[in-house]
């Protein structure tokens, strides 16, 4: 059992950056795949980026790609979203998720097994 603790959503601009962050406790972090997943008002949650339990692998939604960046920190049992040039469009519940499915890096929700409660980012135009 692992227990994840997002952090770090808010209010910004449209252009504005935010980072969020993911605080794992119960188990150590490198025993899983790490995701972050976000779901707007009316809409099913959907993937945004992913990295492997190493670090070594990483992979983003074409709506993200080259304005977030994912990474983790297995010491410190932490992973953390980096998001930049931000758009109203972005605004959305954001999910922190563990997966033990560690032999490719995966967007589908149900191969995710813990999730944390989710922060709130709005971007305002």
């Known amino acids: 059992q692992v227990q994840l603790v997002e952090s770090g959503g808010g209010l910004v601009q449209a252009g504005g950056s935010l980072r969020l962050s993911c605080a794992a406790a119960?188990?150590?972090?490198?025993?899983?795949?790490m995701a972050w997943f976000r779901q707007a008002p009316g809409k099913e949650r959907e993937f945004v980026a992913v990295i492997s339990w190493s670090g070594g692998s990483t992979h983003y939604a074409d709506s993200v790609m080259g304005r977030f960046t994912i990474s983790r920190d297995n010491a410190k049992n932490t992973a953390a979203l980096q998001m930049s040039s931000l758009k109203p469009e972005d605004t959305a519940v954001y999910y922190c998720?563990?997966?033990?499915?560690?032999?490719?890096?995966?967007?589908?929700?149900?191969?995710?097994?813990?999730w944390g409660q989710g922060t709130q980012v709005t971007v305002s135009s």
């Open positions: 998720a563990a997966s033990t499915f560690k032999h490719s890096v995966e967007v589908v929700t149900a191969l995710y097994d813990y």
């Open positions: 119960g188990r150590t972090l490198s025993d899983f795949n």
